[in-house]
Nanobody, 123 residues
Framework: QVQLVESGGGLVQAGGSLRLSCAAS????????MGWFRQAPGKEREFVAA????????SYADSVKGRFTISRDNAKDAVYLQMNSLKPEDTAVYYC????????????????WGQGTQVTVSS
């Protein structure tokens, strides 16, 4: 069993930056694909970014390309999401997730989820 805990969310003005962290416990996630998803009120959960277990493959949603960067530290069982040039439309609850396989940008491929952290971007 894997437990994931996100942190780093908060309120920021448009154009600002935040860095989300996700700490894993229970078992190592070094062999998992790690991803970030987000869900805004009244909307479906959507893919944001993912990085394969060996960091060889990275994927981003088109809406965040060039602004967000996903990274991971397998030695610490942690994954991060650096978010720059934030926009009001980035406002959502952000979830960290771990996948043993399958499509990186599909929430159904992920086996474990964190509780989420709120990111609010004011205009």
């Amino acid at each position: 069993q894997v437990q994931l805990v996100e942190s780093g969310g908060g309120l920021v003005q448009a154009g600002g930056s935040l860095r989300l962290s996700c700490a894993a416990s229970g078992r190592t996630v070094s062999s998992f694909t790690m991803g970030w998803f987000r869900q805004a009120p009244g909307k479906e959960r959507e893919f944001v970014a993912a990085k394969s277990w060996n960091a060889g493959t990275t994927s981003y949603a088109d809406s965040v390309k060039g602004r967000f960067t996903i990274s991971r530290d397998n030695a610490k069982d942690a994954v991060y999401l650096q978010m720059n040039s934030l926009k009001p439309e980035d406002t959502a609850v952000y979830y960290c997730a771990a996948s043993l396989g399958g499509s990186r940008n599909w929430y159904g491929s992920y086996n474990y989820w964190g509780q989420g952290t709120q990111v609010t971007v004011s205009s």
